[in-house]
């Protein structure tokens, strides 16, 4: 193996330097592109039909809930 100059060093380190700076450039790249908000895909027809039924499904459990509510209030009431 012949003997390293401080040439050689000099242009290894400045080979290191390139690579690190290069990559440097590139994670700032990839970091900027994952910091970017990721556009939802337009909701289709069919998933809002389903939505509106699991709201309406939603609002009928609610309802049922609080007709309960109600009954054992007045029942309460009645008792006084």
Known sequence: MPDITA???AALEAEIA???AEHA???ARVDALLSRPV????ITTR???DALW???AQLERDSR??????R???RAIDAL
């Open 25 to 27: 450039v590139t994670a």
């Open 18 to 20: 390139a690579i690190e």
């Open 47 to 49: 998933e809002r039909m």
């Open 7 to 9: 040439t050689d060093i």
């Open 54 to 56: 699991a709201g309406v």
């Open 72 to 74: 054992r209030i007045a």
């Open 39 to 42: 556009a939802p895909r337009p």
């Open 65 to 70: 809930v609080q007709e309960r509510y109600q």
